[in-house]
């Protein structure tokens, strides 16, 4: 069984570029969901997907946006990118469409704003 | 305004004590709460989950405590190890809503 992997692990973007951020769900798993965790502090919400549909979202612009694709599998992109975007973007996938399940996380990807 | 709190950033226990990690919350709304266990350079791992029509969930060494009255609920080890050595985050709802997280408290576990 493969776990939720993510894409890349590090990266270092320059402020006002784009960046696509990419996570392979766990095997068997429909549903996949985006965090945001900046230095201190927990993982912040950011949407969820289930089915290719957009199931929910925290308080983030709509610079902040996704796709899932038909293999459950995703994409966060973020545009205009500021300073404070700086942080570790978690993927986590689950079972079910509930927005509080349980879910698996990857090891995320470790953007730097510069 | 913190939903969620874990008051303590670190706490240091002797190997095969008791560890207690605290949460508080403000939103009595919340009804499901669980604890994650992170190792540096990984995500976040599911430990325990416990619903508000309960106030005590077990699995294992792990026990979970919820105080709906003082909206306190906290995560008790025991004995600890020091493969438990991790930041530790709590985590709630409301009904279907997505989770809100603790700052999360590290942990040490000392041999």
């Known amino acids: 069984e493969t776990g939720v992997t993510q894409s890349p692990t590090h990266l270092i973007k320059t402020r006002g570029q784009q960046v696509t951020l990419r996570c392979s769900s766990q095997?068997?798993?429909?549903?996949v969901s985006w965090y945001q965790q900046a230095l201190g502090q927990g993982p912040q919400f950011i949407f969820q997907y289930y089915r290719e549909e957009e199931n929910g979202r925290g308080n983030f612009p709509p610079r902040f946006s996704g796709l899932q694709f038909p293999n459950y599998s995703s994409e966060l992109n973020v545009n205009a990118l500021e300073l404070d975007d700086s942080a570790l973007y978690l993927c986590?996938?689950?079972?079910?469409?509930?927005?509080?399940?349980?879910?698996?996380f990857g090891q995320g990807t470790r953007l730097t704003v510069v | 305004d913190q939903q969620v709190k874990q008051n303590s950033p670190s706490l240091s226990v002797q190997e095969g004590r008791i560890s207690i990690l605290n949460c508080d919350y403000t939103?009595?709304?919340?009804?499901?709460f669980l604890w994650y266990k992170k190792y540096p350079a990984e995500g976040p791992t599911f430990l325990i989950s416990?619903?508000?029509?309960?106030d005590k969930n077990e699995d294992g060494r792990f026990t979970v405590f919820l105080n709906k009255s003082a909206k306190h609920l906290s995560l008790h080890i025991v004995p600890s190890q020091p493969g438990d050595s991790a930041v530790y985050f709590c985590?709630?709802?409301?009904?279907?809503?997505?989770?809100?997280f603790g700052k999360g408290t590290r942990l040490s576990v000392i041999a």
């Open positions: 416990i619903s508000s029509i309960k």
């Open positions: 985590a709630a709802s409301e009904r279907n809503t997505p989770l809100v």
């Open positions: 986590a996938s689950s079972l079910t469409e509930r927005l509080n399940t349980e879910a698996f």
């Open positions: 939103n009595s709304m919340f009804d499901y």
């Open positions: 095997s068997g798993h429909n549903t």
